[in-house]
Every structure is written in C-alpha cells, then in structure tokens.
C-alpha cells in the first residue's frame, strides 16, 4: 500500500478535479488502510491520487502566479521541489480539526501543511 500511496506526493500534475472535504478523504483513506496490499486496486485509491495531484498542481499554480505578481506566497518549497509521502500527506488532513473536517477542503489542508513545512523567510 505504501508504494501506491506515495504517488500521493507528485506536486506537479493537475487533473482538475474538484476540492475534496478532508472528512470525507480521511474516511477513504481509513478504509484503503483496512483493506492492506489490496488497497492498489481500489478505485479509491486512484481517486484519492488524482485528488492529491490535483490540489498540488493548483497550490503550485497558486504560488507561482502570486510569486510572478511580486505577492506574498503561502509556502516556499526548497528549489529543486518537494516530495510528499503518504504519511505527509495524512499528518495534513489530520491537522484539520476534527470539527472543521467537513467544511475544510482538501487543498487548504495541503496548503496549510505545506506553509508549516516549508515557511517563506521575512
């Protein structure tokens, strides 16, 4: 399962999908674990990928048109890029509260994950 999970960390492709409620990722995700070595087969398992690569590639978006703009960004990853691992990505929607779970989206969680890990200096 790890090895299908950490495709979760790609942060350069967007699919376009829509934001995800972290409630509803950290649900699916609980049943991929459940489910062991046979979780690389789940079409939740695809879904919860694309979700990631898709609020990955729209954060990047993000910086880089603020970046282009002379704007503040939320995060500033090192230069050669970042990779997330499954557990990276976990400990950021466990972050959310539990009783912000349903109105948080999947991309704020990773934005904010991703602002705690990687601050921009002053």
């Given at each position: 399962m790890r090895r299908g999970l950490v495709l979760f960390?790609?942060?350069?492709?967007?699919?376009?999908?829509?934001?995800?409620?972290?409630?509803?990722?950290?649900?699916?995700?609980?049943?991929?674990?459940?489910k062991g070595p046979l979780a690389l087969f789940s079409g939740d398992l695809?879904?919860?990928?694309?979700?990631?690569?898709?609020?990955?590639?729209?954060?990047?978006?993000?910086?880089?048109?603020?970046?282009?703009?002379?704007?503040?960004?939320?995060?500033?990853?090192?230069?050669?890029?970042?990779k997330l691992t499954d557990k990276d990505i976990l400990v950021a929607m466990e972050a959310v509260p539990p009783g912000q779970r349903a109105s948080t989206d999947t991309r704020a969680a990773l934005r904010n994950f991703?602002?705690?890990r990687y601050p921009c200096k002053a």
């Open positions: 960390g790609a942060l350069t492709l967007s699919s376009g999908a829509a934001a995800m409620p972290v409630s509803t990722f950290l649900t699916k995700a609980e049943t991929l674990k459940k695809k879904l919860l990928t694309r979700q990631i690569k898709s609020d990955a590639g729209k954060i990047r978006e993000e910086r880089l048109a603020a970046k282009a703009a002379s704007r503040a960004t939320a995060f500033c990853p090192p230069e050669g890029g970042t991703l602002a705690r």
